[in-house]
């Protein structure tokens, strides 16, 4: 180890399957979830004078492979133009291969890697790479290791589960492990093995003021009629990826209780399962009590929550719910399954109304009872409008900041106090 003055900026490599860019994308490359939100809203709150930022992301068609924003971040979008049929399956590998060919050509241009984990392998063996010849490099669990497959074949906790395995070898390598919730950073010391020292919590984050300014009332009836939202009766909303973790199974089946209460369910996103919601829905209720939009630009993500008078979300695994913090913002009640880092997401008093995992018909009345009832939709508003303070972008900002400072001056770098100015 070794002093090292500087006085240029801090150089990092920010490497994310998913990062979010504008306009309309196709289905196929994933652009719903809050991965690619909160890997943009950290990066563009951390952009300043002290710190160049380049964003290695998945190359989408229609996007451009290379292009800035703010002051100082670089974004590469790297691998194989893939199609639409291979997308799903191939995307994280092709972005892998992307990746390492982004390191040959840029060997010894960063400071420091931050690497955001998703479901796939590929992440894994990034950050084993780097960890034996490369720069400092901090990781993020993002999403757990093979988005549960472990649980689908019983091998949870098990000798021989393999994810685990590649698990730990992974994160031991990392100079800081950075847990979504107290929770998750408790079970990577509990079940990985991982040194509390190189452990961290650092949440997601929202901007709430953004949820608070409401779009134009002609804006919003033109919503309601491009997606047959009635101006009278109670809206529900879902929104985020149409897939099997998601548990959108439980989505008819409210639907049809809706349908029954002059009740209407409007689902915001896209996904692979798509085509079997869309199924499921016209079996169990007429169309005209719902709706499901596809993609929509986070723009239009904010007023579907303020035409909705609740939130559901049914998640059968969510290592935080990013999508709670915008209802919460947005002065929205919400009911969710107390799965993952849920519980910890809605405090105490919960801010969010919590049911048992799996309990479909206890979901039901819960999201009843919020529209029925005022003092409990009331309560719950003005409890997540305290709550979503918490979960503050500066704050993020200013906490991944001071991991990177520390990650850094332990590498030997001298770095100024101010060097990682967030806006």
Known sequence: MHSVPRAEPIRVLRLTPHFHRDGSLPVAFDPV???????????????????EQTVGTSYIPGSPRRFRIGRNIDVR??????????????LSFGWFLGVMGLLA??????????????????????????????????????TALWGGLQRLLR????????????????LRRADRVVGLTAQATGDAARILGLGRDKLRTVSDAVHADEF????GAEHRQIFR???????????????????????????PFLARELAGGNGFLLVCGDGPDRPRLEAALRRQCP????????????????????????LVLPSRREAFGSVLLEAMASGLP?????????????????????????????????VLAILDDPVISQRAIIRGHQRVKAFSVARSAAATAALYREVLQADGHRVAADTFATT
């Not at 169309?287 to 008078?309: H, K, Y």
């Open 334 to 366: 919400a009911v969710a399954y107390a799965v993952g880092g849920i519980p910890e997401v809605a405090g105490d008093p919960p801010a969010i109304c919590l049911v048992s995992a799996g309990d479909r018909h206890a979901l039901v009345r819960q």
């Open 33 to 51: 979830g809050g991965l690619q939100v909160q890997t943009w809203t950290i990066a563009t709150a951390l952009d300043g004078p002290g710190i």
């Open 77 to 90: 979008a790297v691998g194989p133009h893939l199609p639409r049929v291979l997308a799903g399956s191939l």
């Open 105 to 142: 050509r840029t060997r010894g241009s960063y400071d420091l890697v931050h690497i955001h984990f998703n479901h796939s392998v590929w992440c894994r063996v990034l950050a084993f790479v780097l960890g034996i010849a490369g720069p400092p490099v901090v990781v993020s669990l993002n």
């Open 287 to 310: 169309e005209g009590n719902w709706a499901v939009t596809g993609f929509l630009p986070r723009q239009e993500i904010r007023t579907a929550m303020q035409i909705a008078d609740a």
């Open 212 to 215: 608070l300014v409401r779009t």
């Open 225 to 251: 009629q491009r997606y047959g939202v009635p101006d009278s009766g109670r809206t529900v909303a879902y929104v985020g990826r149409i897939s099997p973790e998601k548990g959108w199974r439980d989505l």
């Open 155 to 170: 091998l949870d906790g098990s000798p021989f589960d393999v994810t685990l395995w590649i698990e730990r070898a992974a």
